[in-house]
């Protein structure tokens, strides 16, 4: 069984190699955002609750985060292992978290600030089907158009200068302790998230003793 946390600032990748990392491993890739995201979408009681926050780029509450999260793993079809991506966010999330479930580790993708701000503003998502693009690294071959599916591209309802801002600093002020509390429990390492995803993946599978990655 392996459990992992993948931690870093938005457009550091972690939905990325946490799908690469799932594909092989028969992992399950748990992603909050993704969560809330789906539930927005289709318009659920907690898609109402969460659709201001999540377009503003704001954290959720605690309290109904934790659930979301609890819910998730007690569905236990993570037969192998899980890769929680997005959470935790701040002290009161990770207490809970390390409360509940004991980890292997913590995969910290590490990105300067300039180049999450190329990085998000050029980010693109399927409304169709959920795939990620991004006009610098990963174009689709008909512009706005999905290369999957065929459905439209749009940006995310948070990858706005100013929710990109918001978040950032959220992030600098909120999670830099969630690290430092698991540093403590030593679990954390930490991984140079400005190579190509291939090498990002190559260095995780190689710093945590997992198998290549077979994609
Ligand atoms: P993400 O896709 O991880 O960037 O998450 C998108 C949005 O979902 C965030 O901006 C928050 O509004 C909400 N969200 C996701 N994870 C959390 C969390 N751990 N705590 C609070 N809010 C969250």
Redo the contacts with the bound molecule.
Sequence with gaps: MRKYVIMGV?GSGKGTQSAMLAADLDLVHI????I??WHVKHHTKLGAQ?RR??AA????G?DL?ADVVKDRLELHDWNYGFIV??????RR?AEFFLESYDLDGVIHLDLPDDEVRRRVLARRLCARCGMDYNLIAHRPEEEGRCDVCGGELVTRA?DTPDALAR?LADYHDKTGPVLELFRRKEYVLTIDARADKLAVQRTIRVRFNLPPYQG
């Design positions: 938005q992603s909050v955002g993704d809330f995201r969460v926050l999540v780029g704001e954290l959720v605690d985060v991506d997005g959470f935790p966010r701040n999330q948070d978040r």
